[in-house]
């Protein structure tokens, strides 16, 4: 069973930055895009980030410019590198496994807090 565990979240003031990580639990040779997702309080989970094992990255609008993703395939890790943080970014945030940009991610973590006061 793949489990995915969140870390870094928080407690930060607007402008301020937080640095989110992700490891999964085993070697997921199928493995293609580990991405970020985020729900905010009465809306729907949206993409944050996304990464394919090559490289290739997917940003939601909203967090283009300010947020950087990046992963460690040797470390089954993914990170996200939060910048230039804004209250509307508040939310749990959910790490996640798809096989490809095209598909549901088929593994999610359990969410983390992230919390931007003004």
């Known amino acids: 069973q793949v489990q995915l565990v969140e870390s870094g979240g928080g407690l930060v003031q607007a402008g301020g930055s937080l640095r989110l990580s992700c490891v999964a639990s085993r070697i997921i040779f199928s493995t293609n895009v580990m991405g970020w997702y985020r729900q905010a309080p009465g809306k729907q989970r949206e993409l944050v980030a996304r990464i394919s094992r090559g490289g290739s990255t997917n940003y939601g609008d909203p967090v283009k410019a300010r947020f950087t993703i990046s992963r460690d395939n040797t470390k089954n890790t993914v990170y996200l590198q939060m910048n230039s943080l804004k209250p509307e970014d508040t939310g749990v945030y959910y790490c996640?496994?798809?096989?490809?940009?095209?598909?549901?991610?088929?593994?999610w973590g359990q969410g983390i807090q992230v919390t931007v006061s003004s």
């Open positions: 996640a496994v798809a096989l490809t940009f095209g598909t549901i991610p088929h593994t």
